[in-house]
């Protein structure tokens, strides 16, 4: 069965470091995809970068990347020169078609980003 | 172009009542989906809809919950005699066809069940 898992349930960091968020998947699928999602304060959850699981490149979006390690079924989500206004929680989430295409998500990184 | 709007924000009831959560997806969206995000969880997909036809409920507590999307459009999540262990935000999201791969989030519906 599909599963998606955050084992870091907070990081903080000074603003304008990097840093990484960690997440491992478990699939019977050779095809998939991979998604890192935020949540703000109010609630608000928005879509941040994908990871397709037969691209070899690690995806990137303005300053998000992703650390796609297939073999490890890893993908984790790094965020350079961080802000006061990335402070959120972060869920990595994964599409699978043995899963009937859900959305399956991991429990979060709580993300604090200190001045 | 109009985000998924959501209402009501917040829910406050005691055990036994019912509730209705009513959600309106970005225009030309045809799949609808519904999620329970309990407390420092992530979502959990609920149920969602192709047009009015729902496409997989098998998450669904069908014994007091129960989802409409009658023309394809708006729809309603509904909980009969709600318990304190459904005490959570209640998420709808959409996409422009099921094969779409991002989601957009409503601002969901805070439900706290006394």
């Known amino acids: 069965a599909q599963k998606v898992t955050q084992t870091q349930t907070s990081i903080s960091v000074v603003e304008k470091t990097t840093v990484t968020m960690d997440c491992v998947y478990e699939t019977r699928d050779s095809s998939y995809f991979l998604f890192w999602y935020k949540q703000t304060a109010s609630g608000e959850i928005v879509f941040l970068i994908r990871q397709d699981s037969y691209k070899k490149e690690n995806a990137t979006v303005g300053h998000y990347s992703l650390n796609f390690q297939k073999p490890k079924s890893s993908i984790g989500l790094i965020i350079t020169a961080t802000q006061i206004e990335d402070s959120a929680v972060y869920f990595c989430a994964m599409r699978e078609p043995s899963g009937s295409w859900q959305l399956i998500f991991g429990s979060g990184t709580q993300l604090t980003v200190m001045p | 172009e109009a985000g998924v709007t959501q209402s009501p924000r917040y829910a406050v009831l005691q055990e036994g009542q019912a509730v209705s959560f009513w959600c309106d997806p970005i225009?030309?969206?045809?799949?609808l989906y519904w999620y329970q995000q309990p407390r420092d969880q992530g979502p959990q997909l609920l149920v969602y809809?192709?047009?009015?036809?729902?496409?997989?409920n098998s998450q669904l507590p069908s014994d007091r919950f129960s989802a409409v999307r009658p023309k394809g459009t708006n729809s309603t999540l509904k909980i009969q005699s709600a318990k304190q262990g459904d005490t959570a935000t209640y998420l709808c999201?959409?996409?422009?066809?099921?094969?779409?791969?991002?989601?957009?989030f409503g601002p969901g519906t805070r439900l706290t069940v006394l």
């Open positions: 999201a959409s996409s422009p066809g099921q094969g779409a791969l991002e989601q957009y």
């Open positions: 225009s030309g969206h045809d799949t």
């Open positions: 809809f192709r047009d009015e036809a729902v496409i997989d």
